[in-house]
T-cell receptor, first 111, second 113 residues
Framework: EDQVTQSPEALRLQEGESSSLNCSYTVSGLRGLFWYRQDPGKGPEFLFTLYSAGEEKEKERLKATLTKKESFLHITAPKPEDSATYLCAVRYGGSQGNLIFGKGTKLSVKP | SAVISQKPSRDICQRGTSLTIQCQVDSQVTMMFWYRQQPGQSLTLIATANQGSEATYESGFVIDKFPISRPNLTFSTLTVSNMSPEDSSIYLC??????????FGPGTRLTVT
């Protein structure tokens, strides 16, 4: 059973069409949930860290939220340059400090 | 955040050979990490490399197949030994900074024929 599940696998949006990406986790003792953006041919780029339920972080058109079972990455009025794969990862008590990654959501924003 | 470079950026290798990937960081860091990213799969941690000690390998990865060096606080290498087509993947190094987030290098795309 996957510990970190991201949905949908792929998402196509029109420019300006807001939506949300989901990251659900089944681990206990969460010590941090991390969002990354990855462009083709590049390494993941750090976006946000969330530590506790109810926490929110924002950066430009992106807003990340956290509950006890999942995190959402909200994208408001996306632009074509937001097209990328978005990865989430968790660190929890049983992971020995390591990050456990989901498979990512590939976002395409069409002009 | 730390700036990380990797060499080579990509390579095509023959079955049975070995490739050494270099990771250079622009600041001193305690912990460096090596990941594998296979198509359609999650990033998977291969090992954690601390300067001055043996690397710690995750389940499914062994030192004979993926030897790692960490000679100083800014540099590490990962060798993929006796390669097979199943080793074709993107290999990434990362470092951890103060709040626990990790920053990644650009990756090395390896194709084994």
């Amino acid at each position: 059973e996957d510990q970190v599940t991201q949905s949908p696998e792929a998402l196509r949006l029109q420019e300006g069409e807001s939506s949300s990406l989901n990251c659900s986790y089944t681990v206990s003792g969460l010590r941090g949930l991390f969002w990354y953006r990855q462009d083709p041919g590049k390494g993941p780029e750090f976006l946000f860290t969330l530590y506790s339920a109810g926490e929110e972080k924002e950066k430009e058109r992106l807003k990340a939220t956290l509950t006890k079972k999942e995190s959402f990455l909200h994208i408001t009025a996306p632009k074509p340059e937001d097209s990328a794969t978005y990865l989430c990862a968790v660190r929890y008590g049983g992971s020995q400090g390591n990050l456990i990654f989901g498979k990512g959501t590939k976002l395409s924003v069409k002009p | 955040s730390a700036v990380i470079s990797q060499k080579p950026s990509r390579d095509i290798c023959q079955r049975g050979t070995s490739l050494t990937i270099q990771c250079q960081v622009d600041s001193q860091v305690t912990m460096m990490f090596w990941y594998r990213q296979q198509p359609g799969q999650s990033l998977t941690l291969i090992a954690t490399a601390n300067q001055g000690s043996e690397a710690t390998y995750e389940s499914g990865f062994v030192i004979d197949k993926f030897p790692i060096s960490r000679p100083n606080l800014t540099f590490s290498t990962l060798t993929v030994s006796n390669m097979s087509p199943e080793d074709s993947s993107i290999y990434l190094c990362s470092v951890e900074e103060g709040a626990g987030e990790q920053y990644f290098g650009p990756g090395t795309r390896l194709t084994v024929t």
